[in-house]
Every structure is written in C-alpha cells, then in structure tokens.
C-alpha cells in the first residue's frame, strides 16, 4: 500500500492542501484531478519529500516514502524543467541513474544498457544525440518518461505529462504506464484534463485543497463532487 494520512502543506502561512489522506494499493493507475491551484503539485511534491510538509506522513510499504525515495521516479511539470540546459538525450536519460551507479564509478554496462532499452521504448533511441531543448515538446515528455523507466523505479509520479503533447505521444504514454502497471508499478498521474481520457485509471483523486472524492470514476465523477471541486459552470458540462 502506499498510504497518505493527515497530510498538510502551508506556504507562508497559507494552506495549500489541507489534512488529505488515502491508501493505494500497490499496482494501480491512480489519476489526480482538481481544478488550477488546487494543490495537485503541491501533494506529490510533499509525498515525494520536496517541500517541507505542516503535518502528516507518507508510507509506502509500510515505511516513511522519504527513506526509500531511490524507489520513486518524478517527472514535474513541464514549466519547472528548464528546457534551455544543454543537455542531450541520452544524457538526461543517464543522468537518472546516477544515484544507484555512484558518479564516481562512472556508468556501467548495465545503465547504458538501460538507458537504451528504455529509449527505444519510447522511439527515441535513434534521436539520443541531440540536445533536448531541439525536441519537440512531445518528445521532450518522452525523454522524461524513458529517464522514469531506467531508474526502474516502483513508483512513478509524473505531474501533466500531456500539457504541450501531440496525440501520437499521448497514446505512447498511455500504453507505456499500462505497461508500467502490468509490471506491477504503481503510478499517479497529474491530470487537469477530465475527458475521456479518464477511462484509463483504476481510481481517481478529486483535489481542491481537501480530497473530495476518491474510487472509480462512477464514484468520483458526479455533479455533485465536480460542483465542489470546479464550481458549477464546469460541472454542468462534464457530469
Ligand atoms: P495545482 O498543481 O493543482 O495547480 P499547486 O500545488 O501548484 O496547484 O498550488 C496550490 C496552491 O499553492 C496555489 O494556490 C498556489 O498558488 C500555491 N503555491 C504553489 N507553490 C507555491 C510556492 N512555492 N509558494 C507559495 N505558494 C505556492
Ligand atoms: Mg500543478
């Protein structure tokens, strides 16, 4: 499981997400919604350790989530990547394996082996040498899915990974974390889109500062919870 109790997070004194708690268990396609500012972000950056938290604690497998962060894998929205670092491809890719090789060992065959593996799942291998700032921006949101799959990580958090995206991506994307979580990996996904796309998650989180609703989609996506979530304009249109 990885469990969520009690979690608040201030800036300055004002609240951001207030006393959210829920359990996963481990293996699922988890989406998380909620209107702009609704503290989405805000959330996985606390679980993951990222910002100091007001109270609550984060476990996964039964242990703190901040003592086994080498088991996570984030990828933040696009604005917070700084697309002008002239880094390439395979380099970024490399680059999320530093921690378990130790970058005074140098790279093993094993990381470079890695790395190209996950490139050519995300049909990139071929464009490894270039820059990453040159790419498109829905190849740019697949470096960053392939730097996730070389960590092997066991639990994956990606923040809007369809914001800037081209359709021939997104469905890459889709297919690659039902493939994830075939494997058994748990992930979360940011989402503020609440289209069809919302099939594809075994459960939902409806953020606004407090978690309004959370299951299936048939129990989340209601008038009633999008009301508290979005107001009643958006609500009318979606439920
Ligand atoms: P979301 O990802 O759902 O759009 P965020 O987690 O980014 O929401 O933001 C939640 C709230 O916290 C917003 O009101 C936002 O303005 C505020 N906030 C986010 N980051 C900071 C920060 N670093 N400093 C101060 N306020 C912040
Ligand atoms: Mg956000």
């Known amino acids: 499981m990885l469990e969520v109790r009690n979690l608040s997070v201030d800036y300055r004194g004002n609240r951001a997400i207030d006393n959210i708690s829920f359990s996963i268990p481990l293996g699922q396609l988890v989406g998380i919604?909620?209107?702009n500012g609704a503290g989405k972000s805000t959330l996985v950056e606390a679980m993951l350790n990222l910002i100091p938290v007001t109270q609550g604690s984060v476990r996964f497998k039964e242990k703190f989530l901040k003592n086994q962060l080498l088991r996570t894998s984030y990828v933040p929205q696009r604005s917070?990547?700084?697309?002008?670092?002239?880094?390439?491809?395979?380099?970024?890719?490399?680059?999320?394996?530093?921690?378990?090789?130790?970058?005074?060992?140098?790279?093993?065959?094993?990381a470079r082996y890695s790395a190209r593996e996950a490139l050519e799942r995300v049909g990139l291998y071929d464009l490894r040498n270039r820059p990453i700032g040159e790419?498109?921006?829905?190849?740019q949101q697949r470096v960053f899915l392939a730097r996730a799959l070389a960590k092997e990580a066991e639990l994956l958090i990606f923040d809007e990974p369809?914001?800037?995206?081209?359709?021939?991506?997104?469905?890459?994307?889709?297919?690659?974390?039902?493939?994830?979580?075939?494997?058994?990996?748990?992930?979360?996904?940011?989402?503020?889109?609440?289209?069809?796309?919302?099939a594809v998650y075994d459960r939902l989180l409806l953020l606004n500062k407090r978690l309004i609703a959370q299951g299936s989609r048939q129990e989340v996506i209601t008038s009633d919870n999008l009301e508290r979530a979005y107001g009643r304009g958006l609500a009318r249109v979606f439920a």
């Open 80 to 110: 917070l990547i700084d697309w002008d670092y002239p880094a390439r491809v395979w380099n970024v890719v490399m680059m999320a394996q530093t921690v378990q090789t130790g970058l005074f060992r140098g790279f093993g065959k094993q």
């Open 162 to 198: 369809f914001t800037g995206v081209d359709r021939k991506t997104e469905d890459i994307i889709y297919d690659i974390f039902q493939e994830l979580r075939s494997e058994g990996k748990t992930l979360m996904v940011i989402n503020h889109d609440l289209g069809d796309s919302l």
């Open 135 to 139: 790419l498109s921006g829905g190849q």
């Open 33 to 35: 919604i909620g209107p």
